[in-house]
T-cell receptor
């Protein structure tokens, strides 16, 4: 059972365009994280959001946690080729607050 | 800091053979996770240890899979016997429990022929 669904699954855009990736669930999470993974490597943490409605910015990336703590979005402004990668959301749940990952969004930014 | 270290990076084996994947977490981290990543199912949590004790192994696919953490600096994931459908990238990750920042290794690419 996949707790977190991401959309779109694949995204190919031109350099300079804006994009938004969505992470949705019917479950409530104590916190939610976004990771980026490059080929041949493990995911690397970008941000953690904890409070419903929270917005965090990391340079050109804006992360939002839904008010009900069930969903999140990642918005990238003026995408660059270096943003290319697999973006994964992960929600914390369970007795040890373990993280369950979403289905992933594969982003390609074309120069 | 060397980060989370996994070995081997690549493993090719034949169906029915035993496979052992190894992980050395970051020193001082007391939580360790094993994940499996495939195109079809994404990144799945297999098992989670806290202070070397397995807390949740509900993600382990079946009895052919087992994981141990004999001490704070070493963990293994064993598949016996292996099957072609076990082919995937297996990741180990660790964190300081109160920090909630997961650090991943580079993964083991397993191919079962």
């Amino acid at each position: 059972t996949q707790l977190l669904e991401q959309s779109p699954q694949f995204l190919s855009i031109q350099e300079g365009e804006n994009l938004t990736v969505y992470c949705n669930s019917s479950s409530v999470f104590s916190s939610l994280q976004w990771y980026r993974q490059e080929p041949g490597e493990g995911p690397v943490l970008l941000v953690t959001v904890v409070t419903g409605g929270e917005v965090k910015k990391l340079k050109r990336l804006t992360f939002q946690f839904g008010d009900a703590r069930k969903d999140s979005s990642l918005h990238i402004t003026a995408a660059q080729p270096g943003d290319t990668g697999l973006y994964l959301c992960a929600g914390a749940q369970g007795p040890g607050n373990q993280f369950y990952f979403g289905t992933g969004t594969s982003l390609t930014v074309i120069p | 800091d060397a980060g989370v270290i996994q070995s081997p990076r690549h493993e090719v084996t034949e169906m029915g053979q035993e496979v052992t994947l190894r992980c050395k977490p970051i020193s001082g981290h007391n939580s360790l996770f094993w994940y499996r990543q495939t195109m079809m199912r994404g990144l799945e949590l297999l098992i989670y240890f806290n202070n070397n004790v397995p807390i949740d192994d509900s993600g382990m696919p079946e009895d052919r899979f087992s994981a141990k953490m004999p001490n704070a600096s070493f963990s293994t994931l064993k598949i016996q016997p292996s099957e072609p459908r076990d082919s995937a990238v297996y990741f180990c990750a660790s964190m300081v429990a109160t920090n909630e920042k997961l650090f991943f290794g580079s993964g083991t690419q397993l191919s079962v022929l």
